[in-house]
């Protein structure tokens, strides 16, 4: 009853000059509204490069052949014969801490089904590759050590390959021909889409390995050899083996530069993400400070207020209001008034995200925690900007109050 009644008074105090009360709440509908809608944005941000980094591979870590001269320029790119499957077994045998490899050999070629022709991606993989990259299949399954051992001329494609070489037809089980060499199409996988780099990762088809070398590329080179982890916390000390592993193997004296190039995507992604986090709080920064300018405009009124109720405050003190119960009334006021800003400024950041979905076509990503967040805030404006012209007015000579025309 007494929050209920402070209340009650002070929005009837509040209501006696309308208009004064709802352009001074403007100022915290905006800030309220434009941290909603920048938060979201930077917040979608963020859930793009987790996705990715989830999407990444199972504690990948990728060799490449070709190393990187000491400038930081790729070195043996094309043709590169620096990897083999030796080097991919012994790694798997030798180094701890490596649960799963995958050899690759890929480029480019030309996919021909009932006249139709598409241009793409092969890669050449054995079974692991699938657990690895975390690529899943969505119709039929993919191949096995046995097509690897038997070089068998069977595929998996991708979405886009399967939807531009047969449309409403289902690929599994139909034969599509690969440089003149026919091959059985075993599944299709699961659509990702576009990478941040803009790469359509559903336009490629995977082969075992052996098939890649044997019938496309006529290479027994590596282009790459992809390996998994058995933890995140085994990557960097399985890439300082893998590193010493293969100089040893192939012959680097010391000082000389590496003749392949060892990554992990997840280090990358994981900078990426601690960015979009700091992104995310600058933004959410930059709109806060239009929540100290509403609650300027807060304590600019509240003063004004005091000023013209200089007499009303004189006769309460007088008549045996206490100093508590003045700067009570006041702070009061205050604080309804950046409470109901802030829910309005929920309302406008919740409009706001809708419109800019929408018409500008934003990724926005809205969480519960921050519109709370956002309306607390904007209390806590009102107390704390709301306090200092309460005190003002439980300072007051009674006797001055009462004598002030």
Same mark, same amino acid.
Request: aromatic fraction near 8%; hydrophobic fraction near 40%.
């Given at each position: 009853m007494f929050f209920s009644t402070i209340f009650q008074e002070a929005l009837k105090a509040l209501?006696?000059?309308?208009?004064?009360? +709802?352009?001074?709440?403007?100022?915290?509908?905006?800030?309220?509204?434009?941290?909603?809608?920048?938060?979201?944005?930077?917040?979608?941000?963020?859930?793009?490069?987790?996705?990715?980094?989830?999407?990444?591979?199972?504690?990948? $870590?990728?060799?490449?052949?070709?190393?990187?001269?000491?400038?930081?320029?790729?070195? @043996?790119?094309?043709?590169?014969?620096?990897?083999?499957?030796?080097?991919?077994?012994?790694?798997?045998?030798?180094?701890?801490?490596?649960?799963?490899?995958?050899?690759?050999?890929?480029?480019?070629?030309?996919?021909?089904?009932?006249?139709?022709?598409?241009?793409?991606?092969?890669?050449? +993989?054995?079974?692991?590759?699938?657990?690895?990259?975390?690529?899943?299949?969505?119709?039929?399954?993919?191949?096995i050590d046995d097509?690897?051992?038997?070089?068998?001329?069977?595929?998996?494609?991708?979405?886009?390959?399967?939807?531009?070489?047969? @449309?409403?037809?289902?690929?599994?089980?139909?034969? $599509?021909?690969?440089?003149?060499?026919?091959?059985?199409?075993?599944?299709?996988?699961?659509?990702?889409?576009?990478?941040?780099?803009?790469?359509?990762?559903?336009?490629?088809?995977?082969?075992?390995?052996?098939?890649?070398?044997?019938?496309?590329?006529?290479?027994?080179?590596?282009?790459?050899?992809?390996?998994?982890?058995?933890?995140?916390?085994?990557?960097?000390?399985a890439k300082k083996r893998i590193i010493a592993l293969l100089r040893e193997r192939h012959h680097l004296r010391a000082g000389q530069d590496d003749d392949f190039n060892i990554r992990t995507p997840e280090e990358v992604i994981r900078a990426q993400l601690s960015a979009a986090h700091v992104f995310t709080l600058l933004l959410g920064s930059a709109a806060s400070l239009s929540l100290l300018v509403g609650g300027i405009g807060i304590m600019n009124i509240m003063l004004v207020s005091v000023t013209e109720r200089t007499r009303e405050i004189g006769i309460r003190l007088a008549v045996g209001a206490t100093e508590g119960d003045i700067q009570l009334q006041f702070l009061s006021e205050a604080i309804v008034m950046s409470l109901i800003g802030g829910v309005m400024g929920v309302v406008a950041g919740l409009i706001g995200s809708v419109l800019a979905r929408h018409l500008l076509h934003w990724q926005l990503q809205l969480s519960q925690n921050v519109m709370l967040i956002a309306a607390l805030f904007s209390g806590a404006v009102g107390v704390f900007f709301g306090y200092y012209p309460a005190r003002k007015a439980s300072q007051l000579d009674p006797i001055e109050g009462l004598r002030f025309e």
């Open positions: 209501l006696r000059n309308k208009v004064r009360t +709802v352009l001074t709440m403007l100022g915290i509908v905006a800030g309220v509204g434009s941290f909603i809608c920048v938060v979201g944005v930077g917040e979608a941000g963020s859930k793009q490069v987790e996705e990715q980094l989830h999407n990444v591979g199972d504690n990948l $870590i990728w060799l490449e052949a070709g190393g990187r001269a000491r400038n930081g320029v790729r070195i @043996g790119v094309a043709d590169s014969q620096s990897l083999t499957m030796g080097d991919c077994r012994a790694v798997l045998d030798e180094v701890p801490g490596i649960k799963n490899a995958s050899p690759n050999v890929d480029g480019h070629i030309q996919v021909v089904y009932a006249g139709e022709n598409w241009g793409t991606q092969f890669r050449g +993989v054995s079974p692991e590759y699938f657990d690895i990259r975390k690529w899943r299949i969505a119709q039929g399954a993919a191949f097509d690897v051992e038997h070089a068998a001329t069977v595929c998996v494609i991708g979405q886009t390959i399967a939807s531009n070489l047969f @449309g409403p037809t289902n690929p599994v089980g139909q034969t $599509i021909r690969v440089q003149g060499v026919p091959f059985k199409v075993l599944g299709v996988m699961q659509g990702r889409g576009f990478s941040t780099t803009g790469q359509d990762q559903d336009d490629f088809m995977v082969m075992p390995v052996t098939t890649a070398q044997k019938r496309i590329s006529g290479q027994d080179w590596l282009d790459d050899i992809y390996y998994s982890a058995a933890s995140r916390d085994d990557i960097p000390e």
